[in-house]
């Protein structure tokens, strides 16, 4: 009795590995058969928002988002499928990950702190800190075989997307391919991009007070007129000239005096330098947007400060010395209530809207 049970159930297990070999061999997927009408979604610049430029090699269309964001929020992406873009880019903190310095699936800490990806599609000088990238179709490619990050491979990753239950249909759908084969890692990255780029804020307090809406208390107004030079009776904060609307950076690489330091090869970051190989450049990192700057704590490349009073003190302070800081950092006299005037002003920047619709749109 017992021994026929086993052979029966060993029949069973020959039976249903024998089912598998069978369906792993199955035809590949008809991808031709699927309909193929991509949906064209220029991005919609707001008012007063520099133009993109005109010849775009990866347009935008709703199926290529609608891949880009599956794969920007899929732990597929990790090697042990524990981590996405999205880990370390969460829409409820504006984009970052709210840690001073990013860990990535072995738990080791990289040396920078997460940028937001707010409007990225309005930069052009370079991405990461040091804007060693050009694109973002570029930047995409790198997190997932990064080892402090997503340490896959992306042999082995497009081999999964190759033969997932639903990655195909989605490549079919946003680009057209045929065959399974045809997928790579590029396609993964130009979704991922057009993904980023529709993560676009206009709509804080600061945009519907400039857009005659609303209007400021008169701390947040103190506050403006202290971040951009704009008063006889108010001191200076100088903050404008580097963090200019409407993106409220220039997108310059300079250095805000955080770090002394007494030559320009003492810097424990070079920033700007270690790509440049300039050592005018050492010292220098991107001056980061101050959109949603309350939500994208702790501050700097290195996240050094935890609050917004923390960068205030900083800057009123006059910074510290180094060859390359910039000689708009200097005391700035002010006294306790315009530091607090000038934080008003800087939460006048946080777009809501924007953050409750990236969350809802996010996919797990
Ligand atoms: C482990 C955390 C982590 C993961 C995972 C991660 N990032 Fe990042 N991201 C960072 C850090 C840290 C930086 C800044 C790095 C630097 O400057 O060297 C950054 C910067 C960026 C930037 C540059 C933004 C700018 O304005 O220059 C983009 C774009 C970006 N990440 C997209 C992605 C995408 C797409 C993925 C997934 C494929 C991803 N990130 C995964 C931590 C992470
Ligand atoms: C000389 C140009 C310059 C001036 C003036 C300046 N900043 Fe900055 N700011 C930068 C740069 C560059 C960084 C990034 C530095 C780094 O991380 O090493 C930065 C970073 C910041 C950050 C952190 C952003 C983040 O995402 O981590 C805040 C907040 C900030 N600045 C606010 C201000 C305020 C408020 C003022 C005026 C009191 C001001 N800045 C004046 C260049 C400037």
Not at 236 to 246: A, F, I, K, L, T
Request: charged content about 25%; aromatic content about 10%; glycine content about 6%.
């Amino acid at each position: 009795m017992i021994r026929n049970l086993l052979v029966s159930t060993l029949l069973i297990f020959i039976i249903a590995a024998g089912c598998k070999e069978v369906s792993s061999f199955q035809e590949p997927l008809d991808l031709s058969q699927i309909a193929y009408h991509p949906n064209p979604v220029p991005i919609k610049v707001p008012k007063g928002f520099p133009q993109l430029p005109l010849v775009n090699k990866n347009p935008q269309t709703e199926e290529g988002i609608a891949l880009g964001r599956k794969l920007f929020h899929d732990p597929i992406l990790s090697a042990d499928s524990t981590m996405s873009c999205a880990s370390c880019h969460f829409a409820h903190l504006a984009m970052t990950d709210g840690k001073a310095l990013s860990k990535g699936i072995d738990q080791k800490e990289g040396l920078r702190s997460a940028m937001s990806l707010v409007n990225v599609a309005f930069y052009n000088e370079g991405f990461f800190w040091d804007g060693r990238v050009k694109s973002l179709e570029e930047q995409a490619l790198l997190p997932v075989e990064d080892s402090i990050e997503l340490h896959n491979s992306w042999d082995q990753l497009v081999d999964k997307l190759r033969t997932h239950p639903e990655y195909p249909v989605y490549f079919r759908k946003a680009f057209g391919i045929d065959s399974v084969a045809q997928i790579d890692k590029y396609m993964a990255a130009n979704a991922m991009a057009q993904f980023e780029k529709t993560l676009i804020s206009a709509n804080s307090r600061y945009d519907q007070i400039e857009r005659g809406e609303e209007e400021y208390t008169p701390d947040e107004k103190a506050g403006y007129e202290i971040f951009f030079d704009d008063s006889k009776e108010l001191p200076d904060g100088e903050c404008g000239h580097c963090h200019n609307v409407p993106l409220m950076t220039t997108n310059e690489f300079l250095n805000n005096g955080i770090t002394y330091a007494e030559k320009a090869s003492d810097f424990p970051d070079l920033g700007r330098g270690g790509f440049t190989g300039s050592q005018f450049d050492n010292g220098k990192f991107r001056v980061p947007s101050l959109r949603n700057i309350a939500l994208t704590a702790p501050y700097m490349h290195d996240g050094r400060f935890k609050t917004l009073e923390e960068v205030v003190d900083h800057y009123a302070s006059g910074g510290h010395y180094s060859p390359s800081v910039s000689p708009l950092i200097k005391p700035l006299n002010l006294d306790e209530t315009q530091k607090r005037q000038l934080i008003a002003f800087l939460n006048t920047l946080t777009d809501l809207k924007f953050v409750q619709e990236t969350q809802q749109s996010e996919v797990y």
